[in-house]
């Protein structure tokens, strides 16, 4: 069982930056691949990036219409994910989601196995 923690949510001008934590439960954090999701007022939540294991070498994926502006990492010591947010938009504005997979890494919201109960996210123009 993982338990997901998000924090780091606010308002924000269009053009700033975030930081989003996830802080997770478990001694095995270093094994899943983690996620970040979003879910817009009205819309399906959706993909935004994610890094796979540190066994699978870390590798991250970014949703197209994030790509350039966020960065995904992990700190196993910490147990600990983040997506460093910059260049925010207004249509960033949505409640942000930490998710945890075992095994391979996906970007599919089906898939994920456990989720946090996010932060919300708020992008001012």
């Known amino acids: 069982q993982v338990q997901l923690v998000e924090s780091g949510g606010g308002l924000v001008q269009a053009g700033g930056s975030l930081r989003l934590s996830c802080a997770a439960s478990g001694r095995t954090f270093s094994s899943y691949a983690m996620g970040w999701f979003r879910q817009a007022p009205g819309k399906e939540r959706e993909f935004v990036a994610a890094?796979?294991?540190?066994?699978?070498?870390?590798?991250?994926y970014y949703a197209d219409s994030v790509k350039g502006r966020f960065t995904i990492s992990r700190d196993n010591a910490k147990n600990t994910v983040y997506l460093q947010m910059n260049s925010l938009k207004p249509e960033d504005t949505a409640v942000y989601y930490c998710?945890?997979?075992?095994?391979?890494?996906?970007?599919?919201?089906?898939?994920?196995?456990?989720w946090g109960k996010g932060t919300l996210v708020t992008v001012s123009s």
């Open positions: 998710a945890a997979k075992g095994g391979v890494v996906t970007t599919t919201v089906g898939a994920m196995d456990y």
């Open positions: 890094i796979s294991s540190s066994w699978s070498g870390r590798k991250s």
